[in-house]
């Protein structure tokens, strides 16, 4: 519980330093917009855009679990330059690792692709896959790929490792919470 303070903690001061910065480029392109630089402005409120995304990156990045003793996980910091390409939203990833063993748990928020997971998961037994229970949330399991939605509107995905592996980390999820993300 400490660790999971302090790491809020951390979490916080960054986004605070970041809202700092989204005023201060938001005054930016106001100030060019009065100025009649309307190039300017539009640059500065994508700028501001792409702040306020990363903010959000950090927010959903803190509901991946920490590794399992004995593993190590590493974020990947890189995710949602892909979501662009999918429509866009926000992401989070992590991989663990142990002993040669490797698999990542995403998050992904805010994306048109994850209505389509609904359907899927709801008719998982007729699309031949099963599911699987962890906690209160059903999984979808295709051929060891596990995929969840919280609040039909965030996806879940764990995938690279035995299933009975994988699940634990996923009970480590903050579900409850992460049905008030917002960012």
Known sequence: MKVFLAATALLLSTIAARAD?????????????????????????EYAKQLIAAMKTDALSAFLPAAPDGWTREV???????????GGGIGAEADYSRDGQTFSITIMADN???AAFAGMIGNAGM?????????????????????????????????????????????????????????
């Open 127 to 183: 699309m031949g896959a099963k599911l699987e229970r962890v906690g209160r949330m059903k999984y979808m399991n295709q051929d060891g790929e596990l995929s969840g939605l919280v609040d039909n509107r965030i996806l879940i995905q764990a995938k690279g490792a035995p299933v009975d592996v994988m699940i634990p980390v996923l009970k480590a999820i903050d579900v409850k919470a992460l049905e008030d993300f917002g960012g």
């Open 21 to 45: 910065e989204v005023s201060d480029t938001l005054e930016s392109a106001l100030a060019a917009y009065n100025e009649g630089d309307i190039q300017y402005a539009l640059e500065e409120l």
């Open 112 to 114: 048109p692709m994850i």
């Open 76 to 86: 990947n910091s890189e995710m949602n330059a892909g979501l662009a390409f999918m």
